[in-house]
């Protein structure tokens, strides 16, 4: 009787302590998860956010990031339980622009790697943007457990989480690995480029462009929930040629030369409506550029009014406000006044900004109402006619995917060792 009796107390015991150290796992993601106003509430979980000493006023909790302005003051609460992990996954890794370190909060908040975390046990947690404005793709916020104990990641991983492919040449999978136990599902968003089977091996389509595949598995009782992409660019090259006028209509890249290197502009982002023009380089100073095309990387300069409007591949017009030196990206022409130079450059003016590229140490391109630090015009290369449009695949050349499989034919990660079949081969993996 007093052995049965000391048992029932174990196991009562094991199940209080199960039930205290259970875990619920909320996580914001931004562009998903969001509200107009100055709150976001999400399975008892809820981000308030005040505009404190903010001289910008109050951030956002609306956009693809969640941004919170110099002086803003976040609140996390909870009302399910204490909170004991808070993980911020931001969009830059230093303490001066967006990044986790600009957050000042109660004592157990850490940074690194683009990720602030903060540990500890509370029902709400403030923290103030202190140095510059922080930036968020994801707020994970983690109620019950020991503070500072999380389920173990899921660890889910594509060998490359980018891979340009020229039509043509031989086309090898990235390979996947794991660590939970949940069942891992995959899927393409876009079949006619690429598509993905049950076991992570990603195959061709018949279509250039870009394809994400994703895999994602679900939280269970010791992992976390998790999530990898890998992005298939399929493409061909694309050629472009100095231009020394302009024909309305056309594609061009707008391009730059400094320091023995070439340098040609970037759209913005799909989603965004202002900002620089990130660059691509090329080495030497060259008078024709071959692109590896997956997407449209140019701009159309079509005749408006006086000038030229210059569109992007997303269908929005460049244009310059009064305050910034980033474009705006808008929905209607706006005509740029153009100059030609002799050294093969253009002048690309709008409201009394022209285009130039490499303010300072920067490679990227802005306009301002004067010359800067070491800034050079741009130049514009045309597309060479016969060279764009989308191409369909055809190709017969076998799919390498690198999967391992053991001897009795079970899928196996990248730790297994032992003798293994890898693309029809054995081979002894130690």
């Not at 622009?97 to 046990?121: I, L, M, R, S």
């Amino acid at each position: 009787m007093i052995k049965t009796l000391r048992f029932t107390l174990m196991a009562v015991m094991m199940l209080i302590c199960g039930a205290i150290s259970a875990q619920t796992v909320v996580t914001f993601t931004a562009g998903t998860d969001k509200s107009e106003g100055a709150t976001l509430t999400k399975d008892g979980i809820t981000l308030t956010l005040k505009e404190g000493t903010s001289t910008s006023g109050l951030g956002k909790l609306a956009t693809a990031e969640y941004r919170f302005y110099k002086g803003n003051i976040l609140t996390v609460s909870s009302t399910i339980g204490n909170i004991t992990n808070i993980e911020f996954t931001c969009t830059a890794n230093n303490t001066t622009k967006w990044g986790p370190g600009c957050f000042a909060a109660q004592n157990g908040y850490t940074f690194k790697d683009k990720v602030g975390t903060w540990v500890g046990n509370a029902t709400s947690v403030v923290f103030t943007a202190e140095s510059a404005q922080v930036r968020a793709k994801t707020i994970k916020v983690t109620v019950g457990g020991a503070a500072g104990e999380t389920k173990k990641a899921a660890k889910l991983a594509f060998s490359e989480e980018k891979v340009n492919h020229e039509v043509g040449t031989d086309f090898t999978s990235p390979t996947f690995s794991w660590e939970t136990t949940a069942t891992v599902k995959f899927s393409s968003d876009n079949e006619a480029v690429a598509t993905v089977n049950a076991e992570g091996v990603i195959a061709l389509g018949t279509e250039e462009g870009k394809a994400v595949i994703t895999a994602e598995s679900a939280e269970n009782d010791v992992y976390a929930a998790g999530k990898a992409t890998c992005t298939v660019y399929v493409w061909h090259y694309v050629t472009y040629k100095k231009a020394t006028e302009i024909e309305s209509g056309k594609k061009y890249l707008i391009v730059a030369q400094r320091d023995g290197n070439t340098y040609y502009a970037m759209p913005q982002k799909e989603t965004a409506n202002y900002g620089y023009l990130n660059t691509l380089m090329k080495k030497g100073t060259l008078d024709e550029l071959k692109i590896e095309s997956s997407y449209d990387d140019n701009f159309v300069f079509a005749k408006y009014e006086d000038g030229y409007s210059i569109q992007d591949c997303y269908g929005r017009y460049l244009y310059m406000d009064d305050e910034h030196a980033a474009f705006q990206l808008g929905k209607e022409p706006v005509a740029w006044e153009l100059e030609a130079s002799d050294n093969g450059t253009f002048s690309l003016t709008n409201n009394g900004k022209f285009i130039q590229f490499g303010q300072g140490t920067f490679k990227s391109f802005g306009a301002y109402a004067i010359m800067q630090d070491i800034t050079v015009l741009p130049m514009l290369f045309k597309m060479v006619e016969g060279t764009t449009g989308i191409n369909n695949i055809q190709t017969t050349t076998a799919v390498k995917n690198n999967v391992m499989y053991n001897i009795a034919g079970q899928r196996v990660n990248k730790d297994y060792k032992g003798l293994v079949i890898m693309n029809g081969k054995k081979m002894m993996v130690k």
